[in-house]
């Protein structure tokens, strides 16, 4: 989906090195999140964020940090990279207003640590 | 918190038959469950999803079902096609919105 942006799409790092990856919407979204995708462990949560001023640790946090710096902007930081963080990352937003709500996800990013 | 088990992880079905995947989950708190199709390089896109409230779902060829009670929930797809094969995740959540629990995903493959 076009409207969900992910920036880089693919990174090679070394261990020990801070790296950040960012997704941006434009859907108007308050509901973002960062899931980790490893093969045969489908799609784990890492973080979550219901608005601004809203963070919220998921199932896999150790290791990672977040920030909201805008109701549109979700980054996920690895302070110091280590190759089990070898893995594909993934941003989604939904609204939390509607009856419904699909969560819509960016295209991904790939990052391998060395 | 939620546990959702996945089964199988890999299905192959001829062009035209039925496929079903199904998925358990722990928590009584979920009543929302949506199927993601995810195509290889892509990204998870939604494609059906039901609501506790509901039992049975169906968009054209594709089919879900929820038994609240046993905690399980089924994706069908009929008439399958080559363009089917993907990897398939269930998921659940207390509510829409909410972030997903996923299964560990089910490779389809359609073989013509």
């Known amino acids: 989906d076009a409207d969900v942006t992910q920036t880089p799409r693919n990174r090679i790092t070394k261990t020990g090195k801070r790296i950040m990856l960012e997704c941006s919407q434009t859907?108007?979204?308050?509901?973002m999140y960062w899931y980790r995708q490893d093969p045969g462990l489908g799609l784990r949560l890492i973080y979550y964020?219901?608005?601004?001023?809203?963070?919220n640790k998921g199932e896999i946090s150790d290791g990672y940090s977040v920030s909201r710096q805008a109701q549109a902007k979700f980054s996920l930081s690895l302070e110091s990279a280590i190759p089990n963080q070898t893995a594909l990352y993934f941003c989604?937003?939904?609204?939390?207003?509607?009856?419904?709500?699909?969560?819509?996800f960016g295209p991904g990013t790939r990052l391998t640590v060395l | 918190g939620e546990n959702v088990e996945q089964h199988p992880s890999t299905l192959s079905v001829q062009e035209g038959d039925s496929a079903v995947i199904k998925c358990t989950y722990s928590?009584?708190?979920?009543?929302?469950f949506p199927w993601y199709k995810q195509e290889l390089g892509k990204r998870p896109q939604l494609i059906i999803d039901?609501?506790?409230?509901?039992g049975e779902k169906k968009d054209q060829r594709i089919a879900v079902t929820l038994n609240k009670t046993a905690k399980h929930f089924s994706l069908h797809i009929t008439e399958t096609q080559p363009e089917d094969s993907a990897v398939y995740f269930c998921?659940?959540?207390?509510?829409?919105?909410?972030?997903?629990?996923f299964g560990k995903g089910t490779s389809l493959l359609v073989t013509p």
């Open positions: 989604a937003t939904t609204s939390g207003s509607a009856l419904y709500n699909e969560q819509f």
């Open positions: 859907k108007g979204h308050d509901r």
């Open positions: 964020s219901f608005d601004v001023k809203d963070i």
């Open positions: 928590d009584s708190a979920s009543n929302y």
């Open positions: 039901i609501r506790s409230n509901v």
């Open positions: 998921a659940a959540s207390p509510n829409s919105g909410y972030a997903l629990n």
